[in-house]
């Protein structure tokens, strides 16, 4: 098979599956109440364990250990959230203007099944292509990058 070929083939296939992940008809389920992703996002919780967080003000400890946890495991597909640049991920600059906190530590926890189901997050995955990667945070570990992203946004 000469080159040209090959390259449309593996263009064909790389399409169809596209198609199959993201097209599958799945209505939005769980503690998301938007129907669609043109719906107010701050309104929209997410997919996952994550139901209700109070915030107040910042967490300047906790925030301390979002950084870190959010340097080690983040900034391979991620800038800093003070910097307006996309790398393989979106940026995170305004995320908590953007965002609701359970929609924010959902999104980090259950990166799955918010690509499955939740229609932000499927559009996220349709612009940026890359899956992102279950980092196995835990609850509270989410808590600290959430507090993190309030700390760079209140600046």
């Not at 359970?102 to 939740?118: R, V, Y």
Request: a neutral charge; proline letters at 6%; aromatic letters at 4%.
């Amino acid at each position: 098979m000469n080159t040209i070929l090959k390259i449309t083939v593996v263009v064909i296939i790389a399409a169809i599956l596209f198609s199959i992940t993201n097209c599958s008809g799945d209505k939005p389920s769980g503690n998301n109440t938007n129907e669609t992703a043109d719906a107010n996002p701050m309104n929209d919780k997410g997919i996952g364990p994550v139901t209700s967080v109070t915030v107040g003000t910042i967490d300047n400890t906790l925030a301390d250990k979002g950084k870190e946890i959010f340097a080690a495991k983040c900034t391979p597909c991620h800038n800093t959230p003070d910097m307006d640049i996309k790398k393989i991920g979106p940026s995170l600059k305004g995320v908590t203007k953007r965002r609701t906190p359970e929609w924010i530590m959902n999104q980090i926890l259950n990166p799955s099944e918010m690509t499955q189901k939740d229609p932000i997050a499927k559009d996220l995955l349709a612009k940026y292509i890359a899956q992102m990667a279950n980092q196995n945070l835990t609850q509270d570990d989410a808590r600290s990058v959430l507090e993190y992203f309030r700390q760079s946004d209140s600046k």
